[in-house]
């Protein structure tokens, strides 16, 4: 059904006032999927206007999008896409900053640690003479990333177990918001065989001294990128960054698509917001920004691959995994990110004047307000 905007409203209005342990009937259900589905479709039909637009735009194989170099284009991102990566190796539980759009907002003082002198690789935990083990009998993935969550916090731990993943020749990358990268720490990344790195430059909304640092990045690591979620925050703060960031001569940027979890919704309330295949619940100018970002790249013929790392490319990334761990035909860990799906956060855009539904339809008998049989 292609449910109305104002039908839509009425009954999301309802469904948000619900109590958490209300089940949904069955033709409830159908609203929902019915208004998500006429949500996601104007989201769909706005960014592929948007995507038309961009001359240059070039496909990997279908899972993603990206304009520019394409020799620069991530091997983190190409692992993770079409190989067996991305393969999470979690070490530390702190951070040094706290950022509005982290999935552990909040909870940054309760994060649970690993273990002392442990590692965990796939769920599982290991101390570092074990990875030899882990090497002899699993199969190598072509990819593992380090994560979880600020590096730098104990970057000396580290060193070590990259080498160690580099003699065994499979490409790594770590992530980190810069801040706490030194010269030093980050020639002893390189010489350890580090592959890549990827700055979080939101974390310090384009800060002078993590600009800084990653051209000193460019000096000892080979393939040094941004990788951020893309708020209006960070695309203001990027122009008028963008000769300085130039400057570094890093390879590539991601622009991750913002989702969002229990953690950091509250931080984006009355924003317009969709939900993507039923999973990841977005702020719509997220994308929209990201094409916007890639349409100046184009134009301006940026020497550096520019990513599109949208909801999805999440979706792709899953298939692919699911795929090369042998799971059943159409399996996926992608999924929604909340045990109850907070109705209440789709109001601002079904009460917005200015977004439309593609097209709309008077709800079926049974289906109107006040016609449902409880």
């Known amino acids: ?21 209300e089940e949904i009937m069955t033709k409830q259900q159908e609203i929902i999927y019915a208004t998500f589905a006429q949500i996601e479709a104007a ?31 991530s091997k983190g991102c190409r692992s993770c896409l079409m190989g067996t990566g991305l393969s999470a190796i979690r070490k530390t539980n702190q ?3 706290e950022c509005k759009f982290c999935y552990n907002y909040g909870e940054l003082d309760n994060i649970p640690p690993i273990g002392e002198g442990m590692w965990e690789i796939g769920d599982t935990k290991f101390y570092e003479k074990d990875i030899d083990l882990l090497l002899s009998i699993q199969q190598k993935p072509t990819g593992i990333s380090y994560v979880y969550l ?5 970057i000396e731990k580290y060193y070590s177990i990259i080498k160690k993943f580099s003699n065994a020749q499979i490409y790594q990358h770590l992530y980190t918001n810069g801040t706490l990268a030194t010269e030093e720490t980050l020639k002893a990344l390189g010489q350890a065989g580090l592959d890549e790195i990827r700055f979080n430059l939101g974390a310090s909304n384009c800060s002078d001294k993590v600009i800084e640092n990653i051209g000193i990045a460019k000096k000892y690591i080979k393939n040094v990128g941004i990788e ?26 991601n622009c991750a698509e913002l989702h969002l979890n229990e953690n950091n919704i509250d931080n984006y309330y009355e924003e317009n917001m969709y939900i993507s295949r039923h999973g990841y619940i977005s702020p719509i100018w997220s994308r929209k920004l990201t ?4 349409k100046i ?29 042998g799971r059943w035909f159409g399996s996926s860990n992608y999924g929604c990110e909340f045990s109850r799906i ?8 079904l009460r917005d004047d200015n977004f439309k539904f593609l097209s709309e339809e008077e709800l079926p008998d049974g289906y109107k307000a006040g016609e449902m049989i409880f």
């Open 150 to 154: 600020e590096p730098f916090m104990e």
């Open 95 to 97: 951070c040094n900053v």
């Open 342 to 349: 907070p109705y209440e956060v789709f109001l601002p855009i």
């Open 291 to 294: 094409l916007k970002f890639m």
């Open 43 to 73: 989201i769909d039909n706005r960014n592929d206007t948007l995507m038309s637009e961009i001359r240059g735009l070039k496909t990997l194989e279908n899972r993603t999008f990206f304009v520019g170099n394409e020799s620069k284009f």
């Open 1 to 21: 059904m292609k449910i109305s905007k104002k039908d839509a409203l009425i009954w999301f209005e309802f469904f948000s006032i619900l109590p958490e342990d």
């Open 228 to 253: 951020t979620p893309m708020t209006p925050e960070f695309f203001e703060a990027f122009f008028k960054k963008k000769q300085a960031i130039f400057e570094t001569k890093l390879d590539f940027i």
């Open 297 to 325: 790249a184009d134009e301006e013929n940026w020497d550096l691959a520019i990513h599109d790392c949208s909801n999805h490319t999440k979706f792709a990334r899953d298939l692919n995994l699911s795929s090369k761990e």
